[in-house]
């Protein structure tokens, strides 16, 4: 499989889990779309750049990475802190949605932090490309729900707009790791080397 295919199933796996998650917390309100796009003079020029945003979360979720390595050595010590981590920030994010009762908001943050958190330690720690795979499909999995709640037909216009531009971003991000390859690794200096 190739590298941003597993990115992609990485991404599935997480918004099923989070699917599920979302299921155990009753909703306190309707599900609106968020018309990000409909809301502006332009609307296919606003899912472009929205589409063009994608790049700049590659680059944050590669960054979160190489923090999480740099703190773990390279995952070989206190990866337990970068799984904790991991979970937190994704229980928090379906805590943020969730409702008043707080027992369903717990249980639903803990299971989908935790397939989030197993992701991450099992799939995207080990290569780099997978990341904009992960990163694309995520949002076009949010962007598609977005236009199947708005159901109108300028709301999956935009989306195939911001679909195709956040593919192209991907498809970029890929490219650049393929013409340059991974950071070189610093070499270990050999033990008693003389100063």
Known sequence: MPAWAGGAAAALAVAGAGALAERLVPPDAPLLPSLPFEAAAWPWAAAALHGIGVLSSIGVALFVLFILDRVTASWTRRAWLAVAVVA??????????????????????????????????????????????????????????????????????AFTVYAAVALAMGWAAIRYFDLNGPPPEAEPEPVGAAD
């Open 88 to 157: 937190a920030l994704v229980a928090g994010l379906v805590a943020a949605k969730g409702s008043r009762e707080l027992g369903s908001v717990i249980a639903g943050g803990l299971i989908a932090g935790a397939i989030a958190a197993a992701v991450v330690y099992g799939v995207l720690r080990f290569d780099a490309r997978t990341v904009p795979g992960y990163v694309v499909a995520a949002a076009l999995l949010s962007g598609a729900e977005d236009a199947a709640l708005d159901a109108t037909t300028e709301g999956w216009i």
